[in-house]
């Protein structure tokens, strides 16, 4: 797992939740009945949030004089049937183990307008490779990285939330969101290391 510091931070604080991530010319109605996510999306559909998000993206389409397309919006279920984060070529992997004819250009388009939208948040945890997760609906985290083997983990306590709420009153901001990311070296790259050295 993590290290003992962010071990003990996310086990123990009393509202806090740590989750490791392990990390067309078809109609709509056509691709969409097509659409059968990925062996990699592990998370449950919830179909009622999903609807929500759609009216939501669908919106921002005609706001900005964009194509309604299937891939689109397979792209948005792929996405929102995942768990934890993904890069891109994850997510694409995902559309064509379901034969999907989906390229990249669509996916990162697609990303860049859900990001914009505020239905995905993307990441770089101090690498070069962007990661993504969904958002919307979704109660806000934070994440511990392991330098070495990149593993992100998720947790939430409210203290982090007291402090944005009381720095927001102080100088006189309306906070919207933040960002907090705290990198070290998880315990099992520690046991690893301890493991090859000489006794």
């Not at 490779?129 to 992100?152: F, M, N, P, W």
């Not at 315990?187 to 090859?196: E, H, I, L, N, V």
């Amino acid at each position: 797992m993590n290290s003992s510091k962010g071990s003990s931070f996310a086990s123990h604080s009393p509202a806090s939740a740590a989750l490791e991530q392990e990390v067309g010319g078809s109609s709509d109605a056509g691709y969409a009945a097509r659409h059968t996510p990925s062996a990699a999306s592990e998370a449950v559909l919830n179909t009622s949030r999903l609807e929500e998000v759609k009216k939501i993206f669908t919106a921002h389409l005609e706001n900005k004089g964009l194509r309604k397309t299937a891939e689109r919006y397979a792209i948005l279920e792929e996405i929102y049937v995942r768990s934890g984060h993904f890069d891109v070529e994850e997510l694409y992997a995902g559309m064509k183990e379901r034969n999907l004819q989906v390229s990249r250009a669509t996916v990162y388009n697609t990303l860049d307008l859900l990001v914009e939208q505020g239905l995905v948040s993307k990441h770089q945890f101090g690498r070069n490779l962007a990661q993504y997760e969904k958002s919307y609906g979704y109660r806000q985290h934070d994440h511990v990285i392991c330098t070495e083997c990149h593993k992100v983990v998720e947790f939430c306590d409210p203290r982090i939330h007291g402090i944005q709420t009381m720095v927001g009153d102080l100088l006189n901001f309306h906070i919207l969101h933040h960002s907090l990311n705290l990198y070290g070296i998880c315990g099992d790259c520690r046991a690893k290391a301890a493991a090859t050295q000489p006794s």
